[in-house]
């Protein structure tokens, strides 16, 4: 982490803010995830916000996780090191974080390097890792180890197709959200300009 004082005023309370996002049951059950995922000894971290950052900071772990969600062979990171080096360390983060673009995880749900490494939005890396998760059950391409309900499938392209007839017929229809015209009459009605007469 960097060598930084403690925030006051406005910057105290959005990070605050952040703080508050972090959710330790889902922490649990990531580290879950990876370790099962993963297929190696790994210890498990003792839980907190800033135990599962210096567990996943070196960016080995994240490099093995992304390597075991492909075939063997079709790894993303083919060279994962174990320095202790920081700019190396962030490197490894930046690989992940590559190859899970690539992988398909949404570039709105990716964290950027400094959340995880300063530790600054360690529930954008919980989100990261949610939405791997999910992407890795949906695709079931048989790289996913661990139990199908730890995350949500994403849903599905349904494309229904219309023969032109049907699509003719569907013109000639008014839709219920355009109104209805039943009961509608012009009876009782006046004149533009003249008062309504109340009695």
């Known amino acids: 982490m960097a060598n930084r004082g403690p925030s006051y005023g406005l910057s105290r309370e959005v990070q605050e803010k952040i703080e508050q996002k972090y959710d330790l049951e889902l922490e649990n059950k990531l580290v879950d995830w990876i370790i099962v995922q993963s297929g190696e ?12 950052q ?17 075939p063997k062979g079709k790894e993303p990171i083919p060279k994962i090191s174990e320095s202790k080096m920081a700019f190396k360390q962030m490197e490894q983060i930046s690989q992940f974080l590559k190859a899970a673009e690539i992988y398909g995880v949404r570039t709105t749900d990716i964290f950027q390097t400094v959340d995880l490494w300063e530790g600054k ?9 949610m939405s791997l998760g999910s992407l890795a059950v949906t695709k079931d391409d048989g790289c996913y180890r661990g139990d ?3 995350f949500h499938r994403k849903a599905q392209q349904n494309r229904r197709g219309f023969s032109e007839e049907q699509l003719r017929r569907g013109q ?12 509608a009459s012009q009876s009782g009605m006046t004149g533009y300009g003249m008062p309504r007469q109340i009695m």
């Open 41 to 52: 000894k790994i210890e498990h971290p003792p839980p907190g916000r800033q135990n599962f």
């Open 54 to 70: 210096k567990w996943l900071m070196d960016g080995t772990l994240l490099c093995k996780l992304i390597n075991s969600l492909h």
């Open 121 to 129: 939005d360690m529930a954008a890396v919980q989100r990261t890792l």
């Open 148 to 150: 199908p309900s730890w």
């Open 172 to 183: 000639s229809v008014i839709g219920l959200q355009m109104g209805s015209n039943k009961g």
